[in-house]
């Protein structure tokens, strides 16, 4: 089970930047593949980047509607998940989560980190 704890939203204006922090707690975190979610209003929520544990080789996949501008990594000592965006646009705007992938049925969803993108 991994609690999460999100952060390093806010207003930002087109094509600007901001970086997300997740840190988390638990004993799984460095075996987990961690990934960032987000959820728009009036959508589901969407899987947006997820990154593999270091012994399956930390890779990152994207998807596609940020690939190229988004950048997802982990820090297994601090036990926490970044997720670098870049040339934001207005349909980037929702609340982002993280949490493993896939969510396991007793992980809490954090309460979020608001992204909202300005045109």
């Known amino acids: 089970q991994v609690q999460v704890v999100e952060s390093g939203g806010g207003l930002v204006a087109l094509g600007g930047s901001l970086r997300l922090s997740c840190a988390t707690s638990?004993?799984?975190?460095?075996?987990?593949?961690m990934g960032w979610y987000r959820q728009a209003p009036g959508k589901e929520r969407e899987l947006v980047a997820a990154?593999?544990?270091?012994?399956?080789?930390?890779?990152?996949n994207l998807a596609d509607s940020v690939k190229g501008r988004f950048t997802i990594s982990r820090d297994n000592a601090k036990k926490t998940v970044y997720l670098q965006m870049n040339g934001l646009k207005p349909e980037d705007t929702a609340v982002y989560y993280c949490?493993?992938?896939?969510?396991?049925?007793?992980?809490?969803w954090g309460q979020g980190t608001q992204v909202t993108v300005s045109s």
């Open positions: 949490n493993r992938v896939p969510k396991g049925p007793f992980d809490n």
């Open positions: 638990g004993n799984i975190f460095s075996i987990s593949t």
């Open positions: 990154v593999t544990s270091v012994t399956s080789g930390g890779i990152t």
